[in-house]
């Protein structure tokens, strides 16, 4: 194993398909338009919030910038805390079989998008990277598990953290 890289293939090397906990974060990201930053994933074709799980003695900070990096192109400096949302509200079947409960930090961006212009620069986990308007989302039912919970508490206008 890489010393902070593929931490959860190798416990799914270890353990196979069966229910693990994870800590993932994931980024709200709202531009100057008030539209929010959703990616289409390839794995389960549905809209979600970019992020992913952090890798083995990988921070947080580390975590967050890289998976937003990864999954949008875009590098982006610190954001603000939003959300911690607890493993049994965020649990994720894959297609291949693997069960995960995710521990979710979701973290708010607010940014210009004249300064972080979105380009083809994305990982193959998404199949599209693009800014929705918060009044004009797809289907909530069209929406990983965890992702539409931000963007409706940010739509509210609570500004809170909150832990479920």
């Known amino acids: 194993m890489k010393e902070n890289r593929d931490y959860i293939p190798y416990l799914r090397s270890l353990v ?6 994870a800590t993932g974060v994931s980024a709200l990201i709202i531009n100057e338009k008030e539209e929010v930053l959703l990616e289409k994933r390839s794995d389960n074709n549905r809209y979600s919030l970019p992020g992913g799980s952090l890798d083995r003695n990988e921070t947080i900070r580390e975590g967050r910038l890289r998976e937003i990096k990864e999954e949008t192109g875009l590098s982006l400096k610190d954001g603000t805390l939003f959300r911690i949302i607890s493993p049994n509200r965020n649990r994720v079947a894959y297609p ?3 069960v995960t409960d995710y521990t979710n930090l979701v973290f708010l961006f607010l940014i210009d998008s004249t300064d972080y212009p979105l380009g083809k620069d994305h990982d193959r986990e998404s199949l599209y990277v693009g800014f929705y308007p ?4 797809p289907k909530e039912e069209e929406f990983r598990v965890g992702s539409y919970a931000p963007i409706r508490k940010y739509r509210k206008g609570d500004r809170m953290v909150r832990v479920d």
């Open 96 to 98: 291949n079989g693997d």
């Open 16 to 21: 196979g398909h069966k229910e693990i906990r």
């Open 134 to 137: 918060l009044n004009a989302l």
